[in-house]
């Protein structure tokens, strides 16, 4: 087994990282499942360890479940609000696009104890959404439509004494899907720099993973107030194991992408810590019993989830059946391999001959059984400083930069119209990024900084013109335009996975790629989508309520299968 | 909250980028723009109103100024700072003093300070070339236009990144930040049938 230490100064023993020319592949990003580094799950383990208990100190509904609700939970010490309002929306209004206007639900979680003032005036804002002002104190803005044929079924069941049919809950798997989730001082809210400091907050995503755990418990709790409204005399509570099974959707389309792009060292980091925990479970010699029996249970949960993912785009719903038939054919070498030296390893370069996807949903196997190892990464995964340019490099190094991260860029032929044949912007419909077909008429301020390849083989140009020994200070002095594209390229050298290595705005380019790679990180599964650059998923789906949360519990949140009736 | 803007530091950031990319300023100047408004926020100064005027009209001066060649001081002549004023910073930071007439002395100050929080370099300026000041000291001050002209600047130390304190920044006026988020509008694409099929989604969905 080939270790190395020098780049983990822990106790660890890791083999070596894939290569980012290998991970950072758009067809292998669109790949990715969720693992237990996933902020979803991270947050749980967290909620279970500080032992949280929620508290619903507001429940004002009308027996429509309209009105207000809220929810406390306290962390560290501070206390945390979801503020929900509930309102009627026409069928008609009811759009999972950025340019809505109107919401089922909308959602601000609060920075402490709002007071009925607080509710009061907040509401007017929270359900204009993007149209409203916020303060510091409110920290997440959110909003979720119904699945109107879900609700209605599980209201229809309860009132009547029932519980709801068990296969539709699966397939569905969601009370409401959110169509956005704010946060980071968007809108005048709360900047990360105000909160970032608090220990259970510093990790990514992690007040925006509990918005939605907490919209998750308001569903439950609407659920059951509209059923019992309807008909109390005959209402039955939803059953616990169906609560389990009732996650959030989400509704996502191409505002996720931009971000991969625009955060550069933040997705390094993200990547890092992922490879670097699979680096070191393939280290692993000899697993203890409990962790080989929890693999072999966990291939027989994959092989249901596979079984119960389908989806109605034709690609993905081939995707899947090719990939469920591969995993189904591979179980009994997987139940072998898990008996020998270094299983994980071997399970590894088992799948290597496999589909991307096949492989990658091999590394979120062999990290679940793998905590103890690989759970403390979680730790580092923020990004305090972003890309960073530094002048005094010289044209000599700039250039072996781009020869050493970026010959997949400079190897493309540019000029080939299908490799220029697309463009990012941004619409002035909310500001909603949309990819369209390059134009003549393309104004360049318009266009999103994503044609990464277009911009280094125009900085390499550049360079020619200058001795090797010229500072790159003097390079910018002289040609300001290319600023942006040296500070990226500076960037990568400190932060490998930092850089996607696909031409974004070639006629190739499948966006929803971009949107399963960032929504893995969160803990999404049953990505369903609905075309190439939008999809719906599932988060928390098959998680423990917050009244069941524990840390015995909080880690049993691996892909969800259910297929028999609580 | 009804009546009064509250503006992030986030959004103090976002929409000055974007307002400089509208007005054609070059996208990794414009970044560092952006910092540098954050550092002078941070120092109670809110440079919001003069960054419009300069925005408003910019047009990037040509040809850029030659380099002299010098390793130790350059003179460079008339610079715009919307255009130039990274990279007279880098010139410093590289240790090299420049001498140059600029256009927005606040501005590049703040881009100066900003190299504090982002590599932990300090910088001194002159307006004679022998009368030396931090840039830290003097960007605490209130600066006029009527400060802009020449303007020697020269690093002076190294050492550990210092945290950029973004809470209770200044808050702009409501028709300041109107004019910024007009010109942050010019990166945007007027909607229309078409580009908005480019978002790939359904209108309805409803299940």
Redesign the interface.
Known sequence: MNTDHSANPAQFDQVELRPPSTVMRLERMGSFFPTRLSFLRSLLRRLACDGMQLTRSVFELDDNGYGHAVYDVVLDGQHYSLIAYSQALA??D?????IAEAWDSCFILYDGQPGADDIA??E??ATQQEAG????KVLVLSRA?K????FDHVVKRLSAGEQPDAEMIGK?GYLMRTTAVYG???????????FVDRPSLSQPFRLEMLTVYLIREFTLDLINHVAKCRRGETFVELADGFRRQLGIGN?T??GMAPFLIGHPVLINNWMLVRETALARVRAVKQPSQSAKERFLQLLKQTQAHLHEWQVDDAFEQNRIEQLRSDFNEMIPQFESLTQQVHPWDKLLRACQTGSSSLQELMVSLVLEPNGDLVDGLCECMEDS?GP??D??MSVAQMQQILSDHYDWAMQIDLAQPDQSAMVW?????K??P???ERGADNEE??EM?HAIPHKIQALAAELTAFTPDT????V????????????RAQTVTRHPYAEIRDNLVADTIR?IDLLRCKLSFFGASKFDP?????TRITLFQGAPTARDLSPDNASDVFLPAFGERP | ??SN???????WRVSILKAC??A?V????A??IADAALALLELNQNPLASLLDRLDGFQ?SAP??P?PGSTQSAS?GPLQVL??G???V??A??GIACACEIDDLALLLGLAQSRLY??GISFEYSRNGTDWQSVSVVAHNRITQTDNGPIWLRKTTSGD?VPL???NLPQPTPHDWARLLALA???????DD???A??????????
Do not use: C
């Open positions: 069928p008609e009811r759009t999972d696009r950025v005036r907040l007017f804002h002002q916020y303060d510091e439509n699945s109107v044929r879900l569905i980071n001082g968007k809108f005048g809210m709360a900047d990360r720099a105000e509704s389309g191409l400083f960073k340019l002048p005094l912007y941004v619409s002035e419909e500001a909603e949309r990819l369209g301020r318009r900084p500072l790159i200070a003097e910018l002095l002289a040609h300001p335009q290319h600023r942006d594209i040296v500070r966006p609905r075309s190439d650059r939008w | 909250m009804t803007l509250h503006i992030s530091a986030n959004q990319i509208g054609h070059a996208r990794g100047v970044e560092d990037p850029t100024p380099w460079l255009h130039h990274p990279s007279l880098d010139m930071q590289a982002s590599h990144l304190k973004l809470t509008s010019q990166i945007m694409v007027p909607a078409t580009n908005r480019d978002a790939g989604a359904g209108l309805t969905d409803n299940d």
